[in-house]
């Protein structure tokens, strides 16, 4: 019985696709649109039975009846700055509605990614017990999330396990064709690396100084450990935050990827672009007790050990693929 990872060669599925192999898992059917990207390259130290184009995927899936345990969908255009609704309508909510179904239909698991940004501008808190009905996302993206999230919760045929993931601001290896998208650490360190200095956004809002936004950012090891965990917990469902519980700032990151390179800090503050003023988020930080309430007790990085791994272990030898 194989395993579908949809998303395979992006970011957070690769790390996946590393951790299953570590685990011993090489019978994976990889889902993704590399097309004439260099995502490549986040497949080609690892094992797994079959490449498919995300395009021809879903004609594909009736033959795979009664051949897959499990689904782990971490396939979605994430830019929250994309403006085809179409686009993120077809890709990030149908396609995720034909795999539910066809997980319900198996009655295998169904793993897949949510995200923070169904939160909005965190008005109403960073609660995954809340009635998620109330959230008002900022972007497209966090809307066609939302979207999905919403229709789960009407539907009477479902997987047998049926987990999403409100992943917060992930970092780490194999994010490195990512473009734009890609976080922080890793622009600070490409631009450390070009300019020795780094800037951050100013701030735009009573009560929080330039570089002072806050977020939870969270390790890309530890969200593989949670979806790990729950793969190995099939009588676990439910809607989690992925994040660490504690909101750091911008610039405390930023300093530590200075201190992880070996240099001094040198930041300044550039103004923020007009399109992302009136959705930006000031702070995130996730509630994490409902993760711990069904038994995961696994540590989380801190801040500074994630981004000293990344950095030393990764960026510094020539962008590691992990």
């Known amino acids: 019985m194989s395993i579908i990872l949809t998303g395979g060669a992006g970011f957070i599925g690769s790390c996946l696709l ?22 490549w390259r986040n497949l080609s130290n ?21 051949k897959i345990s499990a689904v782990i969908h971490m396939g979605a255009c994430s830019s929250t700055t994309e403006r085809d609704f179409d686009f993120l309508y077809k890709n990030n909510l149908e396609f995720s509605q034909a795999l539910w179904k066809f997980c319900a239909a198996e009655q295998i698991s169904f793993l897949y990614a949510s995200s923070a ?12 017990e809340m009635d998620i009905a109330e959230l008002h996302p900022l972007n497209a993206y966090g809307y066609s999330k939302q979207l999905f999230d919403l229709w789960t919760q009407k539907q009477t045929e479902k997987p047998a396990q049926h987990c999403g993931f409100k992943f917060f601001n992930v970092y780490g290896p194999n994010e490195y064709f990512k473009g734009s998208m890609a976080s922080v650490v890793f622009h600070s360190f490409h ?11 100013k701030s735009y809002r009573e009560g929080y100084a330039d570089g ?16 790990l965990f729950m793969l190995d917990h099939p009588e676990i469902s439910g809607l989690f935050n992925l994040g660490t519980g504690i ?27 007009e399109i992302l003023r009136q959705k930006y988020q000031y702070y995130t930080q996730a509630k994490m007790s409902k993760l711990k309430a069904v ?28």
């Open 46 to 66: 690892k094992h797994y039975e079959e490449y498919v184009s995300r395009d021809e995927f879903l004609a594909r899936l009736p033959e795979l009846s009664g």
């Open 212 to 227: 002072q936004q806050l977020r939870d950012f969270v390790y890309v090891k530890d969200i593989c450990k949670v979806v």
């Open 117 to 128: 940004a169904t939160y909005g501008g965190g008005e109403l808190g960073f609660d995954d």
């Open 191 to 201: 631009k450390i690396m070009e300019t020795g200095e780094m800037g951050l956004f």
């Open 295 to 322: 038994g995961y007790r696994e540590p989380f990085y801190t801040l500074e050990a994630g981004v000293t791994d990344y950095v030393q272990n990764y960026l510094m030898k020539d962008y590691l693929i992990w």
């Open 247 to 273: 909101a750091r700032s911008f610039y405390d990151l930023c300093s530590s990827t200075f201190r992880a390179m070996g240099r001094e800090a040198r930041i300044s503050f550039v103004d923020m672009p």
């Open 18 to 39: 590393r951790s299953l192999n570590d685990a011993g898992r090489q019978d994976i059917i990889v889902v993704d649109h590399i097309a004439s990207t260099e995502k």
